[in-house]
């Protein structure tokens, strides 16, 4: 059974600490995503990475940074999290063709107080 | 750049009943995938259907299907015989292909299925 781990559920950081959200996934896949999902506003695409040391920002990059030190993790990191960067996040696995199916995480709930 | 448009942030259905979801894109890549997924309240997403744009027929996954206008480019959802399972956050997707092989979602609708 394919599978996309992260980390944790529910996270509460407060406001200027250092956040790392981890996903793992086992199906070694070259593309890894990171989302944020904030009502309204549907998926909106933070960073991804299509091989390992590399990564293209999204729409949304602004206070977030990536590391893909391996296939199979793919990390993303708030250098100082901030209220408006409260959100759930989630992390996706894909093939390198496009009309397969996105693997997902079952997301992180970050709460910044 | 790739857009994704749900315009129906929220809808509901009887049960047994059918229902459309609607979705319009813009990309200015030929060959794209488009994609329907499910999002229940645990969280976890699910793939429903997918549509290859340089294939004409629609794509059918057992109850759903789907209504692909290319030159209008939409792609609407059909859910036929809706069941109390398909109450869910549905998003619409996109991947231009090509060069960058990604996603780019739309904002999701949300289905109240009625007993």
Redesign the interface.
């Known amino acids: 059974d394919v599978k996309v781990t992260q980390s944790s559920r529910y996270l509460v950081k407060r406001t200027g600490e250092k956040v790392f959200l981890e996903c793992v996934q086992d199906m070694d896949h070259e ?1 890894m ?1 990171w ?1 944020r999902q904030d009502p ?6 933070i960073y ?1 990475s ?1 091989d390992v040391k590399m990564k ?1 920002k ?1 729409d949304i990059p602004e206070g977030y940074s990536v590391s893909r030190e391996k296939k199979e993790r793919f990390s993303l990191i708030l250098e100082s999290a901030s209220t408006n960067q409260t959100s ?1 996040y ?1 992390c ?1 696995s ?1 093939t ?4 397969t ?2 693997f ?1 995480g ?2 992180t709930r970050l709460t910044v107080v | 750049a790739q857009t994704v448009t749900q315009s129906q942030p929220e809808m509901s259905v009887q049960e047994a009943e059918t229902v459309t979801l609607s979705c319009t894109y813009d990309t200015s890549e030929s060959d794209y995938y488009l994609f329907w997924y499910k999002q229940p309240p645990s969280r976890q997403m699910i793939l429903v259907i997918r549509q290859e744009a340089y294939k004409q027929q629609n794509a059918t996954e057992n109850r759903f299907s789907v209504n692909f206008q290319k030159a209008a480019k939409s792609f609407s959802l059909k859910i036929s015989d809706s069941q109390l399972g398909d109450a869910a956050m549905y998003f619409c997707a996109i991947n231009p292909g090509g060069a960058t092989n990604k996603l780019i979602f739309g904002t999701g609708t949300l289905l109240a299925v009625q007993p």
């Open positions: 593309n995503f989302y309204g506003l549907g998926l909106r695409l991804f299509y293209e999204g759930m989630l996706a894909l390198g063709t496009a009309n199916e996105a997902f079952q997301g």
